[in-house]
């Protein structure tokens, strides 16, 4: 039994996966008393699905954790066996950094940075109720029956709530693959009178690769170059691999159709809805018809690992016919099956009924994080981690917020809690209107000082910080003061009128074909810059034109963000709306006029309408 002194915590967090991780260790830096209980203490950092970190949208999100010295980029740069820059050929704005990571070396790198969270209590324990007092949770109640107080409560149960695991025509209870699923929780939260529904996601069988015929494979290597995630991070740490290429085919699609009625999923066995952008091999054979191929890549699990993940063919078909379709591709004729793949259904929250700091609005105390909230990934689980971890250690005080101008944290959150989902939400770029400004690249430019802010960064880490912000400062000043003229620059390969005015050296980084190099060409001052900050000024130059258009826009939105609704607004009372725009307002509950302004169906009418009643109410 553990043994409970009243109030023994600030924050407990509940569940250690990605989501649980990042809100202890961010409630943590943030000088709170925190306990974190999860099943498992050795599930701690554990990968449900794919072993790879990062990619389009999601590279951002890490970065972005990364700035308020989160942990998630951290443990990827110490388990990373193959960094790719995803869209190295386009501009900045959308590259997208990702690695392949070593399950062990991302558990253990976890596990290592827990025991270094001087103070940080772990827990290993099923929470199974909520200790609600004068409307207010505070604390948690554990199997045993012993009880947990804390002034919040941040859950983060991911695919537990009800879990049900199908294969085929096979059906069993569990949180994930070898986890029991927390049922006990979720009658609570019944009790709460929350909004649930239910998703699916799903994931593919696990291959041994010593049963793959290699030979004939395309294979994809890591870049040369390696593009990390964390801001803090030197050398690449690992031996880096290459993944192996293969393919579906005609007899393939052939197996899986025959077969289509032996799928949970498309024998109807399976309620919830599924990720569209992540579909099952069943899907795709299903919604591409006319296609008669699709790419698997052979992903190794691990530097010391024969597991392979065949990225791309999630499903719910029975064991025999999965490794029958598995078999008819090239290299895996003889390929042995480690573990089925298989489809999970589960309870989220509507997260319409979370404010911006992703607190229940219904019992204050209470944040919830993660694939509990209807997001997929585990990025999307950590940054929901990191915001609801900072503001429980800061409840009682103003929210620390997360606006869609200043970061892709902010976007995700804003739609999760004002549009709701209506299929496991994942981050891309194109959700961020502001995206030519959130780049992966400057991130810590753009979060670090909110971080420092609000408590949660090292000092090793603002001081790193500071000096890069000087450095930038420095370089930028000097290309500032330096000016050619256009022949000079078009003699160098700039693409410039040449009878056109004389350019700084910045501005000449924002033209095509401006380059560093070509500047370094014309230029002794500028070879003898330290070329990696020059490259990160020349990311700046190249969107400055539209960073300020984007300023003006983000400068309007903030105008709306600042026009604050109170939270007992009488919405209800408003006269002249719809019912139906009325109800709407209701359940989103918007904190501020930007936000009502973008829940679906509100008109430019209805939102004059709800300023002028603001104003009235001043
Ligand atoms: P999880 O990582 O699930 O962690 C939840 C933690 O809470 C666990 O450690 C659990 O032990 C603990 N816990 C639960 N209940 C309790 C309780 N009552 N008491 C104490 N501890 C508790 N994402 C993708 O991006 N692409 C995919 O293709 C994909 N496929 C997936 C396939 C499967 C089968 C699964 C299971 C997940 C898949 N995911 C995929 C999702 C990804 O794994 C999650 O989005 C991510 O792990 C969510 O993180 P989380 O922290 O919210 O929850």
Redesign the pocket.
């Known amino acids: 039994m553990f043994h409970v002194k009243h109030q023994d915590f600030d924050v407990v967090v509940?569940?250690?996966?990605?989501?649980?991780a990042e809100a202890a260790h961010a409630a943590w830096r943030m000088g709170a008393r925190v306990c974190l209980?999860?099943?498992?203490r050795r599930?701690l950092g554990?990968?449900?699905?794919?072993p790879a970190i990062g990619g389009l949208g999601k590279g951002h999100l890490v970065r972005e954790i990364d700035a308020f010295d989160g942990i998630m980029g951290r443990l990827a740069d110490a388990s990373g066996i193959q960094f790719r820059l995803l869209n190295r050929k386009k501009g900045p704005a959308v590259q997208g950094p990702r690695t392949q990571a070593d399950r062990n070396l991302y558990a253990a790198a976890a596990a290592a940075e827990f025991a270094a969270a001087d103070g940080l209590r772990l827990l290993e324990?099923?929470?199974?109720d909520l200790i609600v007092r004068n409307g207010k949770c505070v604390g948690v109640v554990l199997a045993d029956g012993s009880q947990v107080f804390s002034t919040s409560v941040v859950l983060?149960?991911?695919?537990?709530l009800r879990g049900l695991i199908h294969i085929g025509d096979e059906t069993h209870e569990a949180?994930?693959m070898g986890?029991a699923p927390?049922v006990r929780?979720a009658e609570r939260m019944d009790e709460l009178d929350l909004e649930l529904g239910r998703l699916k996601?799903?994931?593919p069988p696990r291959l041994d690769g010593r049963t793959i015929d290699w030979t004939n494979l395309e294979s994809q290597e890591a870049d040369e170059d390696p593009v990390q995630f964390s801001f803090l991070s030197g050398h690449v740490q690992n031996r880096q691999i290459a993944c192996g290429i293969t393919h579906t085919n005609v007899q393939t699609h052939e197996i899986i159709q025959k077969n289509l009625d032996r799928s949970a999923m498309y024998g109807g066995r399976i309620s919830g809805t599924g990720?569209r952008y992540?579909p099952s091999i069943e899907d795709k054979i299903v919604r591409f018809a006319g296609k008669d191929s699709h790419q698997v890549f052979l992903e190794p699990e691990g530097l010391d690992d024969h597991t392979i993940y065949p990225n791309g063919i999630?499903t719910s078909l029975p064991v025999d016919v999965q490794t029958d379709y598995v078999r008819s591709m090239v290299g895996l004729e003889q390929v042995k099956i480690l573990q089925p793949g298989?489809a999970?259904e589960y309870d989220y929250v509507d997260p319409r009924a979370l404010s911006h700091s992703l607190e229940l609005r219904k019992l204050p105390g209470l944040y919830l994080?993660?694939?509990?909230n209807g997001?997929?990934?585990?990025e999307?689980?950590a940054a929901q981690?990191l915001v609801a971890g900072l503001n429980a250690a800061n409840a009682n005080k103003e929210p620390i917020r997360f606006t869609r101008d200043a970061s892709y944290i902010g976007v995700m959150i804003d739609d999760l809690v004002t549009q709701g989902v209506a299929e496991p939400y994942?981050m891309f770029t194109s959700r961020a209107e502001f995206r030519l400004v959130l780049r992966a690249d400057n991130a810590d430019q753009r979060l670090t000082p909110i971080g420092i802010g609000a408590g949660c960064v090292s000092e090793a880490r603002r001081m790193v910080f500071a000096d890069k912000m000087e450095q930038l400062e420095k370089t930028r000043s000097i290309l500032d003061g330096l000016k050619f003229s256009s022949r000079e620059l078009a003699g160098a390969g700039v693409k410039v009128n040449p009878d056109g005015p004389r350019r700084t050296g910045f501005e000449v980084l924002g033209l095509p074909m401006g380059t560093p190099a070509a500047l370094c060409s014309i230029s002794g001052e500028v070879s003898e810059l330290d070329p990696q900050v020059v490259d990160q000024v020349a990311k700046d130059a190249l969107y400055a034109n539209y960073v300020a258009r984007q300023d003006k826009d983000a400068e309007a939105l903030q105008r709306d963000e600042n026009v604050r609704i109170p939270h007992d607004f009488p919405f209800s009372s408003l006269e002249g709306l719809s019912n139906e725009v009325k109800e709407k307002l209701i359940r989103v509950a918007p904190e501020t006029l930007a936000q009502a302004g973008r829940i679906e169906g509100m008109t430019p009418a209805a939102l004059t309408l709800l300023l002028s009643h603001l104003r009235r109410q001043q």
């Open positions: 509940v569940g250690g996966g990605h989501a649980g209980i999860t099943m498992r599930d554990v990968m449900s699905c794919n324990a099923e929470v199974c983060t149960t991911g695919t537990f949180g994930r986890d927390s929780l996601t799903g994931t990720p992540c999630s298989y999970i994080a993660g694939q509990i997001t997929t990934g585990y999307e689980a981690g994942r």
